[in-house]
């Protein structure tokens, strides 16, 4: 039996049964078949040389975790100097990809909106990993090349998995709430080094993950006074730097007692 109810992403299919198996809503579906243009010759087949079924990953239906079943056809070239074997082309799923399209945008909304990589995966019933390569691919959309930071930026920490590396640095535009820049470790050479090249502007940074030193050695490159230096509470209001916060006023005196005079008088004469 066919169903003929429009569901997000599966549009262009048919969907030939449903099943509920332990609270999982699972669909099972295929595509009409349709003469396909070979990628080798470029010519047109209607010849079909077999069907595999792939088990995707998919948004919820039905307020149910969703798995579908999707039957697809690998066509055969007909050209006896190529028969390439190919599968049809679909809007469901990408090459590679376990997860289907309308899940992936599902996720990169929840990360926008500033879903943390553990709530998001418990929502969707996915790694905290996968979570993190959607972060990766959605920020490398967003991001522009970023020639001058503007005048207050805020510089942040998260868990990836970049080259080997465990932590990565995001850096951002607090004020127009989006991201800029995301380097690949949270290493204060990798901060400063960017820094140097991009931010003649800035004026105040947003900070809560990196040392004293770090934090000195930007009030110097860029002659930033102490009280430029703010918690991201100052921004978003959140209680970040939680166990921070409510001395910060504390922090920055004990700061400036530990920083040099003549490095001092610098951040305190600035105007």
């Not at 003649?200 to 102490?226: G, K």
């Amino acid at each position: 039996m066919n169903f003929n109810m429009s569901l997000p992403g599966l549009e262009a299919f048919r969907i030939k049964k449903t099943v509920e198996n332990g609270g999982v809503f699972q669909l099972h579906v295929e595509l009409d078949a349709k003469p396909h243009r070979c990628p080798v010759c470029n010519v047109l087949t209607k010849k079909v040389h077999d069907y595999r079924t792939q088990k995707i990953q998919h948004s919820k239906l039905f307020v149910r975790e969703t798995l579908i079943f999707y039957r697809k056809r690998r066509y055969k070239c007909e050209q006896p100097n190529c028969e390439k074997r190919f599968y049809e082309n679909n809007s469901l799923v990408e090459r590679y990809q376990r997860q289907s399209k309308e899940l992936k945008q599902a996720i990169a909304l929840e990360l926008i909106h500033g879903k943390n990589f553990k709530s998001v995966a418990s929502r969707f019933n996915i790694s905290s990993t996968t979570v993190m390569r959607r972060f990766d691919e959605v920020g490398s959309s967003f991001l522009k090349e970023t020639k001058e930071l503007p005048s207050v930026i805020a510089i942040d920490e998260y868990k990836g998995d970049s080259d080997g590396e465990k932590y990565q640095t995001i850096i951002a535009d607090p004020v127009d709430r989006k991201p800029l820049e995301i380097l690949p470790d949270r290493k204060k050479e990798t901060v400063e080094t960017y820094l140097k090249e991009h931010g003649q502007r800035v004026e105040v940074v947003v900070m809560d993950m990196s040392p004293a030193t770090l934090i000195r050695s930007l009030m110097n490159e860029f002659v930033i006074p102490i009280e430029n230096v703010v918690p991201h509470n100052h921004w978003s209001g959140k209680n970040c730097p939680k166990n921070l916060l409510y001395q910060f006023g504390r922090f920055q005196d004990q700061f400036m007692d530990s920083t040099p005079p003549d490095i001092k008088s610098i951040y305190t004469n600035r105007k």
